[in-house]
T-cell receptor, first 113, second 116 residues
Framework: DAGVTQSPTHLIKTRGQQVTLRCSPKSGHDTVSWYQQALGQGPQFIFQYYEEEERQRGNFPDRFSGHQFPNYSSELNVNALLLGDSALYLC????????????FGSGTRLTVV | AQTVTQSQPEMSVQEAETVTLSCTYDTSESDYYLFWYKQPPSRQMILVIRQEAYKQQNATENRFSVNFQKAAKSFSLKISDSQLGDAAMYFCAYRTYGGATNKLIFGTGTLLAVQP
């Protein structure tokens, strides 16, 4: 049973560019959350998607947007990249109604130069 | 707003010994979940142990156990018989009780080194 799959694993972008990160949740999971983990820090919640809608959002600017598809997979888009957006982006999935069953992927390491 | 604090940036333990990682949190809620996650160099966040705040009994998972002090808002992780594979970054996390929609709030982590 595959867990959470994220792609790509590493990415280098230039300031001002746009980037799309992808996440496939664990089989049976319908809710996807995204986290940003800066170097040496704990993950920070970006937003959560359920039934193709953003259900909760953290303190991130509108440059960060997302999408969830009918198959529950999700994308994270970041526009107008800044150097400070360099981080590990983690995707976590769970099943609605399960209060603690988060499964994390291995993340996408984004470097903005 | 809830906060999670890990005051030990780095810890070291000898193989087969016991180590305790500290975590404190702040919340005005009475029901919530607390977690310890392990993040090895592979980067995947792995759940080590969880505690429901309404349970008085401390959670235990094999060599991992917690000391949950609700009044003191403290949630420490004890690793017994430490193994080389335990070396990783450990994060304490908080989640509001009820529903799967609520975000995890993480501390800044403790880097655990295991010496052979």
């Amino acid at each position: 049973d595959a867990g959470v799959t994220q792609s790509p694993t590493h990415l280098i972008k230039t300031r001002g560019q746009q980037v799309t990160l992808r996440c496939s949740p664990k089989s049976g999971h319908d809710t996807v959350s995204w986290y940003q983990q800066a170097l040496g820090q704990g993950p920070q919640f970006i937003f959560q998607y359920y039934e193709e809608e953003e259900r909760q959002r953290g303190n991130f600017p509108d440059r960060f947007s997302g999408h969830q598809f009918p198959n529950y997979s999700s994308e994270l888009n970041v526009n107008a990249l800044l150097l400070g957006d360099s981080a590990l982006y983690l995707c976590a999935s769970t099943m609605t109604g399960i209060n603690y069953g988060y499964t994390f992927g291995s993340g996408t390491r984004l470097t903005v130069v | 707003a809830q906060t999670v604090t890990q005051s030990q940036p780095e810890m070291s333990v000898q193989e087969a010994e016991t180590v305790t990682l500290s975590c404190t949190y702040d919340t005005s809620e009475s029901d919530y979940y607390l977690f310890w996650y392990k993040q090895p160099p592979s980067r995947q966040m792995i759940l080590v142990i969880r505690q429901e705040a309404y349970k008085q009994q401390n959670a235990t998972e094999n060599r991992f156990s917690v000391n949950f002090q609700k009044a003191a808002k403290s949630f420490s992780l004890k690793i017994s018989d430490s193994q080389l594979g335990d070396a990783a970054m450990y994060f304490c996390a908080y989640r509001t009780y009820g529903g799967a929609t609520n975000k995890l709030i993480f501390g800044t982590g403790t880097l655990l080194a295991v010496q052979p």
